[in-house]
């Protein structure tokens, strides 16, 4: 899995990040948070912790990464297979070549993998589906078939299945309120969805919600094909073999091993039923390329589809159902795999019990080149300049712990399992969790637990773009003002302030920030990278150096972001978390649940009364009719105050922090207990009961979407209930959060008088 | 040439027309201007009239206005052909048996028809292009081989060229500013440039400014073939082999016969050099299909094209130019043609003197059963019930005059030199010009002089909508609030007042109004009739009774709409101008050219800021470099005053006008000179000079734009001025328009006190 094609879809520019600026031309930084010289934490004279990341910078070589990434690269090195054991192995000796302490962590999944493949349509043509991406000659490991997983999702239900074909766009609730107005129904067909606008587990979950039998999901040339670029291996885009696999788990209600849900997976835990396991489907789900698709599609009859549904294949795309009928047929081994997480530790030299927390994982669906070595190779490469360093008798004020994780592609397995295995002493030590994945030319994209805005910004402000020669940090300003139109372009031109994303999902800081409350940071570089290689066998060294990041240059740039934000969280003597940012973005986030209800009420009247006036039914075509949607129950006014009221407290209370912070620092264990009481105070956003029907979520300000997989729901309990139009469980959400957050003003007002007692 | 495919391409809901009603449900009316009953003109008794309509009602008949669709459209009917001849005599002889009095004028054009048409592609590969429309089993017409004019486009230059190709997306200035910035220079090459987002006379125009040799037309699958629907004959729209013919004579600059600017093309009326008629190109166009273009736009390399150039053809879209070079021949017989203008008259038993004009054209490029004849069709059947009327004894007030034009299609030849002949007849007598061209399924499209919009409100609201049985005002309005989203829909489901669009071009109505400011109205259905017929061989009979009208039904609601308009403005005792309805559009068009011209001045500043600032060059990929686009000049402020002091002017004239009208009549031949200034006013809006480098156009409020063509721009003097960028011009037009408006105020003015003497 991986933040890339996430990325791409959601269009990285979409993203709430500002980056900060000031002055008239780009060139220029004068904001105070970006004061140069100054770095969050280390008191008036940063010089020392400079010089530092400037001789870190001087050890890092995009060769030998460029290296380490064809030699990990060169088999496929998916869960359980020799190939990932070997991948892990040579991951452990690289850490002992750098002077860590290295162990293995092995945790034992259940890893589904295919064992039948068959996808025919049988009326009112015959056509056998290929489900097979062939070798090129351009493309090294392209053939290595033996070794490969073949095209499949994981999770898949076993299933033998015949029925009518469906064309459902991209698979969504809305897609399905389209067929309910032209009168189609799913239940007993099967349905074909285009990969895009969600992430793919969804699609499944939906059709089967919808009462379809069987799922297919293709790539279509137009979100991902010819129509973006000319297609591998001439360009980067997916030719018309290429699928995309990945897992289709219900991770939404929890990630890992579907058979030890909260707990780790080792030799011995106690495990459920397969059957029992809430987030797994019950219908067979196939991937299939544009290749594949394109007869099957092109034979569909019924309506035309809606033109936003149509992509770029050349014929007219229709939704069924109708004579054509399609036979689907899967069967998996449902074995139970070890899984190798790499876990090498830097022991701190000042605080041992406070650890700094990084973490790639090195498990591929195939070759992976990009996702996750490209992220893996630049971590390694961090961590062999953390090495260098320890050769000159510098060592980390607090211990650095550097993860290298399994099974990341089919559930998150590798850094669940550890978390779940270690979540008490986590809570106890972890000060943070920067995680990567994969990487390439382009900009910086960084999301994470809000208090780290400033700290992130400063990062951004020291690390150069190799292509533009100004900071990472100004280049994507750049590219942010120059898409905006208008007044937003105006805006960004004049603001100085700069945000990070929250965290969804899609990547191994799930578990950190979601399960467990650790402080959690995703970074990475792209948007100058797109192609179609994702989760397919072209995932590749050579597709990598052709279209990725030739020369390595923005691995080197992503080492030295990475690097810099555990440097500093290390050396820092004050962490540098920073309350009033999360106060600010909380409050916007309560702002727009309240605003989205007052939407939701008024779009419900608009429509009701449209429906009940017959507007639908006069405005539509007779001869092709679609009929108005069914109405929907009216919004009710819900009370915000509690958490309006619990907003303005947290502003108080983490302002009031701040200035006490800002002007002394308390000496000794105080100030430890100080550093210890900033990083655990995100556990403070947790709930005991988790967000309900999934409580493995506990954090209650970020989650992944229930209906968007990857895309992150801020305050989910209460957005989500507003847009499932459960009324109650939205009032009773706003009172839960409400209570949490004044809480966890509580938590820095006390952490504030226990530091300064005399305030 | 017809408003259909224009409807199509600007989406007929942006046009600003909002549809009055009141009430809770779209089926109860309301609001004053629509209270039934009431007539505009007819006095406190509008029964004898609604009586008169009823009956009128009664003499339509679906299936005689078939047959004569069929009739017509048996055979190729272009300017100069027998099948053209045949058809006019045929319409004399109809309009005869309605017991008119029947002319025909004949004018002498010149009209340009192929001798040779080639393209080929010579390199990389070879490719020679088909440029032909094959016939078909399912349309009976479709092989009439031997009477077609081939596909081509009129009024290209001979041409024989060679060069290496490039693709300009839809050929656009904005279009050619996306390949400055990627360094990508036209000059000497050929174009190729896809049919849509503007009248296809722009697209060679615009190449042939920058420098091109030639210019290729054709038509994308995405806006004109599979990807909207099934294509014919399946489904209604174009397939791989079908053409869009068409005129790309500069009809911005004038329309009509390129030899006799300005005067009627009489036998012997004086000729300019075909080498002096500033409005004919220079280089050689040809339109082709999307079987043609596919090989040629697969052929091409250099960038990928920007997304919103892509169409739907399954390949990557590349701009070139390179290794792909075309030669294109093209020759042609530039001979003098007759064209025959049926003129049919009853004459008024009250006012002779004062002309209804209704028109429709009959020329077509192939069989045109929907363009023009269906509109054609629809007012035969409403003559004919006229002349049912007639023999009942009932005779109109003021006269009628129904036009049969000949040559609309390659320049509204048969209109223009008609008007251009008759111009002070028409200036003295002509009451308004009505206007029709293809007609189908769907909801009304009104456009025309604004202060015909009540009047036109009554007749949507007097006529049913055979497919719902509401009103056609209602059930336009009711699509509206559908299509509308959150905001806009509450606004238009709360909002009484209806508005029609303001007319540009495309049809015979522009010189009536543009040229000699007779009162204007174009009227047709459409909406549930998108096809890819137009101007191909398979706009037959067989296509029009499959897809565009079954059974005549809106043919039948045309005539309902049409005659009652041309029956109440014959009979009324005071003409229904609403001159406040002018002065509200009139307010707006000088709000939004107010706000052009803030818009432009700030988004300049924001721009030339970007790119002095460096922006453009650091958001950009190094490997795909986009250019900054170049600084423009700062947008001074314009001295706005005098227009807004006019418009307030022309407000409070035509309201106390209308206060006057609205007490009593005056009598006798006092009403009939009010009457005659009520419909000479619009007169007054006409510029002597015209517009700056098209004189011909002299309407002050509405002209075709002169880089959409048919696209309209009110206030255009200023509007174009502004656009492109000559301030000092635009000032002028200002101040001019003001004094237009200031005279404009001054005639209603002594308009009232002429016929209200003691007021």
Redesign the interface.
Known sequence: MSRLLLTLMAGWLSVSTVLAQSG????QTGSTATQSGSLKGFGSDASAQQSLEARFDGYLDASRLGERLKIMSARPHHVGSPGGKAVAEYIYDQYKRFGFEVRIDTFYVLFPTPKVRELEMTGPTQYKALLKEPALKEDATSGQSDEQLPTYNAWSADGDVSGELVFVNYGLPSDYEQLARRGIDVKGKIVIAKYGRSWRGIKPKVAQEHGAIGCIIYSD?KDDG??????YPK?A?KNEYGVQRGSVMDMPIYPGDPLTPGIGATKDAPRIDRKDAINLLKIPVLPISYHDAEPLLKSLEGP?APEDW?G?????YHIGPGKTKVHLKLEFNWDIKPIYDVIATVPGKDFPDQWVIRGNHHDAWVNGAGDPLSGQAAMLEEAHAVGELLKTGWKPRRTLVYCSWDGEEPALLGSTEWVEQNAATLQQHAVAYINSDGNG??FLNAEGSHAFEPFLEQVARDVTDP??G?SVL??RW??E???AT?DK??EL?NKKSFSIGALGSGSDYSPFIQHIGVPSIDLGYGG?DPGGEYHSIYDSYDDYVRFKDPGFVYGVVLAKTAGRTMLRLADADLLPFDYPSLAKNIKTYSTEVNALLDQER??TA?QN??I????????A???TPIAAPDPKDEVPYLNFAPLQNAVVGLEKSSTHLNDLLSKRLPSGDTLQQLNTGLYQAEQQLLSTQGLPRRGWYKHSIYAPGFYTGYGVKTLPGIREAIEQRYWKEAQDQIDLDASILNHFSQYLDKLGSTAYPQQ
Do not use: Q
């Open positions: 008239s031309s780009a060139m040339p010819y129509y973006e670029g000319d297609v360009g885009f035309v149509r770029a294949l050349p014929f007219t030319r382009g292509e533009t100004i100004e280049r750049a590219r003002i120059i898409n208008g372009a105006k031109l100058e008024e779009s608009l009364k449209l009940k006036g017959g507007y639908y039914h006069l405005a075509d007779p001869k």
